[in-house]
């Protein structure tokens, strides 16, 4: 009867640090998850950093849209003109928002009240 209840006390022990055991593994698990996302987040603010320190320049659009402009003398109205026309102008009201063939050129892309992109 003695190792019986000597049995019976071992098991319990054994269970319970079986439980144990099993929920520092889901905490580990849950803290590793943690662990990468914040180095993901590390890693993307050091590029930001570097791209900041290294010196590297970047063309912004509007500077390019405005060498297209001034250098090149495109004349962006005109550019618009060709993009917004009329029979896309009345799809959009008709239709809303959606993407809208132009003399089967190119296609518009409206969004908004907004040409996103031209395809």
């Known amino acids: 009867m003695k190792d019986q209840t000597k049995l019976k006390g071992l098991q319990s022990q054994a269970s319970k640090l079986e439980a144990e055991i099993d929920n520092i593994k889901l905490e580990l698990f849950a803290r590793q998850k943690e662990l990468n996302l914040k180095n993901q987040t ?8 570097e791209r900041f320190t290294s010196g590297e320049i970047v063309v912004s659009e509007h500077a390019i849209l405005r060498y297209f402009e001034r250098v090149l003398n495109f004349n962006i109205e005109e550019i618009k003109s060709k993009i917004l026309t009329p029979e896309v102008q009345s799809l959009y009201d008709s239709l809303g928002g959606g993407e809208f063939p132009v003399e089967n050129k190119f296609t518009v892309v409206l969004k908004d009240n907004t040409v996103i992109t031209i395809k």
């Open 42 to 49: 590390l890693q993307s603010i050091k590029k930001e950093i």
